[in-house]
């Protein structure tokens, strides 16, 4: 053993090992405690406690136990796995044993360890010569703890200080560092005092700006700069902050300016930003993000801007949160670390704001995951606050300062700002100089006297009308939330509340008082319904949103003809949304519904839609990932699946394997005592899921897609046609009973008729038929099929709609007005088919 010792070391720096005494009676000790170990083998590990030879150990003399870590140290180095090795074959146990009796011995108190003897160790464990140096097998950790406490008493031989610097260099060098890792790294910073090194990892943009911002800094604020910097790099291993880092935090940041803090923040979160989205522009294959030590401080980052809680770096911290989570193709999301810690940050700051940007995050962001992150987040806030998690959600609304007109309005010198809500989705800006005159740009004197003002103003209309987008659909999941306030509650969020109150006053509502109901809207300050002011104890009612499919037909074609009559615009639909109810077909059944199987989905826009309406389900490749499409309801204890398979559709992949296409089959719905049947399902609850299911199909299928004869595979020519020209579905006989009431009301009402399910326009040139379902047209005498790719996001505005949200809709009106004047259009490929 000395040989192979003289063989790693120079003579002149292993003197003090050298002087160890490495008698046959240490190899002896060591065989039998192994050879012991291995008969008392339990499972996959092996208890030193229960080793007759380990308690034997601690009686043993200081010194032998010294000459044991030695050997131990050698016996790891060897690699005795090797093919003549006697213990080849229970290898992964002997390693336990060792690496277990090695970590004991070194944090045995009872053994004395000067800093030669420190040093020598040090050099053994940086002589392993076989594979991945993997720390967690070595005894680093309780080694370290021995020179920390050293350090602090006294200062380290230039030996140690080497032995360090090599420990560091070979852990850094290592193309993977891993959290036990990374907390050696911090524990050799501290024994180093890493903080005045200056040890921030410049390998990546963040890095750098941080070393140049902090450089620019005095020393003193250098040091309480890097004091914290190295707290932020601790918590590798957490998801949140413990309760002793936040202590920490607290007595650091009183060292630092509140608005230094802020402004450096927000400069460096800004950096990251910016980075993120090059990387979604440029949507490379590979690119270079964070390391992981610099992942660790923006994180820690995130987690302090709960506790400064400032408008602007709650803002930049959202906007970071949103660039992480976004899907990058072929990746997912960048870093959903940096997103989880926003979500943390959030739920942490006071519930009105924390509330309202988990909602605004919960609105855009699509991965079930996440979505379930942020519900327990909010949950959290409100048991906090004593409130149910509709209550807390509800109460974070915040108005932005909107009038009772929607309006936000904004003095600058004699200009004003007036940013109206025009839509759930949309605030239009306008500008009004002294004498009222309307301004499209923003004034030139604005711009340069006001420049910190007019960026506030703009962010808070863009922070309304994010908000707008997230409360539409938080209100209209309440289809199926059972929700119920007082007439108190209601009123004090939905009419009081100057933002909630713009879906409040379009929405129709049910009173209910003993055991009288009446539905209303509220307008002008008043209660009314198709027959007119309606008058009710209202102060003392308990309010519901109310839903068609719980109300008759007459009740809900008096609301359309209301809503049309005095072009109150709802921002999703509600009078005009669509009911199903069972069929025969579904009770013969009994216990599904094929109403929607059959049909070939484009697989990428389901799983897209089955996100946005709160389903959970995972992309299909050419693997085994089958998954059934799931819908959680919790206010009614149901779960509902959406079957879809691969079978015939299993050979059409792109590059990575991820199927094209789906094929669809039955609907189910289950409560906590297993499946239903068809009529058990509740009306409302039937009607709501089975509007899913129709988007899904009507949406995803590949009938859907106007290109499809061109680019689609020949053997689905007949469903496409069946699909884009065929029977029409509850959602397509809707939308075609709502245009026999628009279309009268258009200059192009002479030149329209309707046939069956298709819209019929007469132009100067061709006829055409459009179809009520698919939006697809086909043109008499010979139904030559004409192709017109129109943008789904944008709608007529010349033609007045009862409701947002139905894209076909407003495409079918969009190509009817088009082909009615044939004559004057002039795109070379519509005129190309319409010529042939």
């Known amino acids: 053993m000395k040989r192979f010792l003289k063989k790693i070391f120079s003579s002149d720096s292993t003197q003090s090992i050298s002087e160890l005494n490495l008698k046959g009676e240490i190899y002896e000790f060591i065989n039998d405690l192994i050879s012991e170990a291995l008969e008392k083998r339990e499972g996959y590990s092996i208890k030193l406690s229960d080793l007759q030879h380990y308690e034997e150990l601690k009686n043993r003399s200081i010194k032998f136990n010294k000459d044991v870590i030695i050997y131990l140290l050698e016996l790891k180095n060897l690699d005795f796995k090797g093919e003549k090795h006697k213990w080849k074959n229970d290898f992964y146990y002997v390693k336990d044993t060792v690496t277990k009796l090695l970590s004991l011995l070194v944090r045995s108190q009872r053994i004395t360890l000067n800093q030669n003897e420190l040093s020598d160790l040090i050099k053994l464990l940086l002589a392993k010569k076989h594979g991945y140096f993997m720390t967690s097998e070595w005894p680093f950790v309780p080694l370290l703890s021995r020179i920390e406490k050293i350090a602090k008493e006294d200062s380290l031989s230039p030996e140690i200080k080497r032995g360090l610097g090599k420990i560091k260099s070979m852990i850094q060098s290592q193309r993977y ?58 918590g590798l291993d957490r998801s949140t902050p413990t309760k002793t880092w936040l202590k920490q935090l607290d007595e650091l940041l009183l060292n630092i300016n509140d608005q230094e803090l802020k402004e450096n923040f927000t400069n460096w979160i800004n950096v990251v930003i910016q980075l993120l989205r090059e990387i979604h522009k440029t949507n490379l294959w590979e690119f270079t993000f964070l390391t992981s030590r610099n992942i660790q401080l923006l994180r820690s980052m995130v987690w302090t801007s709960a506790v400064l809680n400032d408008d602007d770096l709650n803002q930049t911290v959202e906007e970071l949160g949103l660039w992480s989570f976004k899907k990058l193709s072929g990746h997912g999301s960048v870093s959903a670390k940096l997103g989880n810690a926003c979500i943390y940050a959030f739920s942490k700051l006071p519930y009105q704001d924390g509330v309202s940007r988990l909602t605004k995050f919960r609105a855009k962001i699509k991965y079930p995951s996440v979505h379930k992150l942020i519900s327990k987040a909010i949950k959290s806030v409100a048991e906090s606050e004593g409130k149910s998690m509709d209550e807390i959600e509800e109460l974070a ?25 025009i839509s759930s989705s949309s ?94 809207v509220y307008i002008n300050d008043q209660f009314v319904n198709p027959e007119g002011i309606v008058d009710f104890e209202f102060d003392t009612s308990n309010v519901e949103i109310w839903h ?129 049947e068809m009529a058990e399902v509740p009306p409302l609850v039937f009607s709501e899921v089975m509007r899913d299911v129709d988007l899904f199909v009507g949406v995803s299928s590949i009938g ?8 689609g595979e020949g053997r689905f020519q007949g469903y496409w046609n069946a699909f884009s020209f065929g029977d029409l579905t509850t959602s397509g006989k809707e939308r075609g009973n709502l245009l026999k009431i628009l279309i009268p009301k258009l200059e192009i009402k002479d030149k329209c008729e309707f046939e069956g399910n298709f819209l019929v326009v007469n132009g100067k040139k061709r006829t055409y038929k459009i179809h009520l379902g698919s939006g697809n047209i086909l043109m008499k005498p010979n139904d030559q099929y004409l192709c017109i790719v129109a943008d789904r996001r944008k709608s007529d505005k010349s033609v007045f709609l009862p409701f947002e949200g139905d894209s076909m809709l407003s495409m079918i009106i969009s190509k009817a007005l088009l082909l009615a004047n044939d004559e004057k259009i002039k795109d070379p490929t519509i005129l190309s088919q319409i010529n042939r």
């Open 177 to 234: 560092v891993y959290v036990d890792e990374k907390k050696i790294l911090e524990q050799i910073e501290r024994i180093q005092g890493g903080h005045k090194e200056f040890n921030i990892d410049k390998g990546d943009v963040l890095g750098r700006e941080i070393v140049t911002s902090v450089k620019s800094l005095s020393k003193e604020n250098q040091e309480h700069w890097m004091n914290l910097l190295i707290h932020f790099s601790k």
């Open 427 to 520: 605030v239009a800006l306008l500008w009004e100089n002294e004498n009222g005159k309307q301004i499209k740009s923003i004034p030139k004197h604005v711009k340069e006297n006001f420049p910190e003002e007019l960026k506030a103003f703009k962010k808070q209309i863009k922070e309304a009308q994010s908000n707008l987008g997230a409360q539409s659909k938080r209100i209209e999941r309440m289809f199926l939330a059972k929700r119920k306030w007082s007439f108190s509650q209601w009123k004090k969020l939905y009419i009081d509340n100057n933002l909630l109150a713009f879906f409040g006053t379009k929405l129709i509502w049910n009173f209910s008082y003993n055991d009288k109901v009446v539905s209303a």
């Open 704 to 711: 859907a897609d106007p290109n499809w004869t061109d680019n």
């Open 397 to 421: 609304v915040q108005d932005f300062q909107l009038n009772k007109d929607y309006q936000l309005i904004k003095k600058f010198d004699n200009y004003k700002g007036i940013a109206s809500v």
């Open 548 to 676: 068609p499919a719980l109300s008759t037909v007459n009740e809900v074609q008096e609301w359309r003809h209301w809503l049309m009559e005095h072009e109150i615009k709802q921002p999703f639909k509600q009078a005009h949304r669509e009911v199903y109810i069972v069929t025969d077909a579904e009770n013969q059944t009994n216990t599904y519904s094929n109403r929607f199987a059959a049909h070939i989905l484009r697989q990428h826009v389901f799983n897209a839609l089955c996100k946005e309406r709160g389903w959970i389900y995972n992309l299909q490749g050419q693997w085994d990932s089958h998954n059934i499409p799931v819908l959680n309801i919790p206010s009614w204890n149901y779960k509902i699946e959406f079957w879809v398979d691969t079978e015939g559709v299993h050979e059409f992949a792109n590059d990575i394997g991820i199927l094209n296409y789906v094929q669809t089959d039955q609907v189910r719905f289950y409560d906590n005592n297993g499946q239903l």
